[in-house]
């Protein structure tokens, strides 16, 4: 029998094309690109991995921003504001003095009926109608947030403005009002909810170590945090009630966000 010798034919039909397949099912052949095929084995690395990046902060939910102007009187009465009562020294520039750094977040309720009337009551630069604020100063509230019955949070000024709502502690305290409150609009579950995703996502962006509701604020006296230079400068506050501030501490038990102290 003639021995078999391999000829230019037979590799053609067989040897170059079988080369090619168990190739192919090889771990690091390089597939050509756009073909399906085994994913390359990279090379082993010369540097240690990179370390894990940081986790994304929580997002804030949604948020429909409906500002309030920040007008040159508005500022020039926060700044008055702030002399007459904290405890510091201001830096004597206002744009400085009337911006800061949330270090506490303070739950209201507005006692009103809707969100519009919140903003209403709160978008004049000088205050109205308030006989037990009248001799803290000319400056309006406000709220840097206001939740509605349905869970819709509204912005009305920037997260680091000084905003008047909570006796000594607006020189470092973002103000969420609920609105509702009363008997005929008892707050919501939608609200509670709305609350703890807002508080979650500001915890996550500022150094916030208190969360509190104004119904809490003169356990606070006495806490570095708390500044006012006018010891009969003070109000009894209900809002937004312990039940309330009870279900939102509920869904942030997993953040160090303190209480007011007890006891007063
Ligand atoms: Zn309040």
Redesign the pocket.
Known sequence: MRPFRPTLRFFARWALPWSLLTAACTPGFAAPPGAAGPTPVAAPAESPPDPPSPPHPPALPPIRDHLIPWTAEREALTEAYLQAHRTAPLSGNPEVDTRMVPRAI?L??TAGPTAASAWATFAPDHLAGRDDLRAGGDLNVGAHYVVDRDGTIERLFPDDRVVR??IGLNHLAIGV?NVGGDAAHPLTAAQVAADIALIRGLAARYPIEVLLG?LEYRRMEGSPLFEERDPAYRTT?P??GAAFMASVRAGLTDLPLAEPPKGR
Request: hydrophobic share 20%; net charge negative; glycine share 0%.
């Open positions: 303070v209201h309720w709502h909570c009002e104004h506050k809002d937004p």
